[in-house]
């Protein structure tokens, strides 16, 4: 088993940044992936960003690009989202997940990922 755990959430004015952790534990090199989704209320969970625990090759969603920025520490165990030029629109509570393996399409879909964080509220006040 591999758990998840988010922090860094909270509350920021329009055009300010924030920075999320997750941190992964346990089996960990069992992972391949790890990346970051985020729902806001009554609308469906949204990819935001993937990165490769080897190799380091990213991807994100076409709502944060050029704004979000997605980077692993040397020990693959932990995750950082870099959010800048935040939007109201970015409110929601944003969730790490760790995949086995995956491609750039399922890894881009909840359902590629194996294990979820609880994750942590980040609110953009206007």
């Known amino acids: 088993q591999v758990q998840v755990v988010e922090s860094g959430g909270g509350l920021v004015q329009h055009g300010g940044s924030l920075r999320l952790f997750c941190a992964a534990s346990?089996?960990?090199?069992?992972?391949?992936?790890m990346g970051w989704f985020r729902q806001a209320p009554g609308k469906e969970r949204e990819f935001v960003a993937v990165i490769r625990l080897s190799g380091g090759s990213t991807s994100y969603g076409d709502s944060v690009k050029g704004r979000f920025t997605i980077a692993r520490d040397n020990s693959r165990s932990t995750v950082y989202l870099q959010m800048n030029s935040l939007k109201p629109e970015d409110t929601a509570v944003y969730y790490c997940a760790a995949a086995r393996r995956g491609t750039v399409w399922t890894l881009s879909k909840s359902d590629g990922y194996d294990y979820w964080g609880q994750g942590t509220q980040v609110t953009v006040s206007s």
């Open positions: 346990g089996r960990t090199w069992e992972t391949n992936a």
